[in-house]
């Protein structure tokens, strides 16, 4: 079975843009999250979804949105990029609803460069 | 405020020997506590978890040990290899939320 898939794998914009990243979820998982990392540090949370309803938002400006679709696939939407929005944006998945105990799985990421 | 730390950026160790990885949380309603490896340009691999009701899970050369009332977890990988090299990042979540806190990462290398 596929992993977490993700598109495009490198992005290069300039400020200003807008950016829309794309996820599958591994075959028959319903929850989507999004993360950015930037180098140097861990993983942040930016958006959660289940069931393509927003079931958790992290702190991040409202330039960014996400949302899924009824195959679950997922697109995370970023307006007006600045130049430290340059990071790896991760997706991960998993397999139940977005509270309890809930392994995620990981993508292979989308590096985003702002110039 | 990095309710997440890992407070040893790298880590070298002899291969063959065992690599030790901590992680210091400070949420006390952090109840799932997961370990991922990560090589560059890939995603982070799932490597163990364990859930707060237990003190130790073991898989193959990885064993996580909790320890609550510190608020500390620990990976140990026995015996280490050089395609362990990698960053570790030591993740936590709350039944509430589901979503994932992220240490900074610990650099392992492994050498031959």
């Known amino acids: 079975d596929a992993g977490v898939t993700q598109s495009p794998t490198h992005l290069i914009k300039t400020r200003g843009q807008h950016v829309t990243l794309r996820c599958s979820p591994i075959?028959?998982?319903?929850?989507v999250s999004w993360y950015q990392q930037v180098l140097g540090q861990g993983p942040q949370f930016i958006f959660q979804?289940?069931?393509?309803?927003?079931?958790g938002r992290g702190n991040f400006p409202d330039r960014f949105s996400a949302r899924q679709f009824p195959n679950y696939s997922s697109e995370l939407n970023v307006n007006a990029l600045l130049l430290g929005d340059s990071a790896l944006y991760l997706c991960?998945?998993?397999?139940?609803?977005?509270?309890?105990?809930?392994?995620?799985?990981f993508g292979p990421g989308t590096r985003l460069l702002v110039l | 405020d990095q309710q997440v730390k890992q407070n040893s950026p790298s880590l070298s160790v002899q291969e063959g020997r065992i690599s030790i990885l901590n992680c210091d949380y400070t949420?006390?309603?952090?109840?799932?506590f997961l370990w991922y490896k990560k090589y560059p340009a890939e995603g982070p691999t799932f490597l163990i978890s364990?859930?707060?009701?237990?003190d130790k899970n073991e898989d193959g050369r990885f064993t996580v040990f909790l320890n609550k009332s510190a608020k500390h977890l620990s990976l140990h990988i026995v015996p280490s290899q050089p395609g362990d090299s990698a960053v570790y990042f030591c993740?936590?979540?709350?039944?509430?939320?589901?979503?994932?806190?992220f240490g900074q990462g610990t650099t392992l290398q492994v050498k031959p």
């Open positions: 364990i859930s707060s009701i237990k």
């Open positions: 993740a936590a979540s709350a039944s509430n939320t589901g979503k994932l806190i």
């Open positions: 075959s028959g998982h319903k929850s």
């Open positions: 991960a998945s998993s397999n139940r609803q977005t509270t309890g105990k809930v392994t995620q799985y």
């Open positions: 979804y289940y069931e393509k309803e927003e079931r």
């Open positions: 949420n006390s309603m952090f109840d799932y």
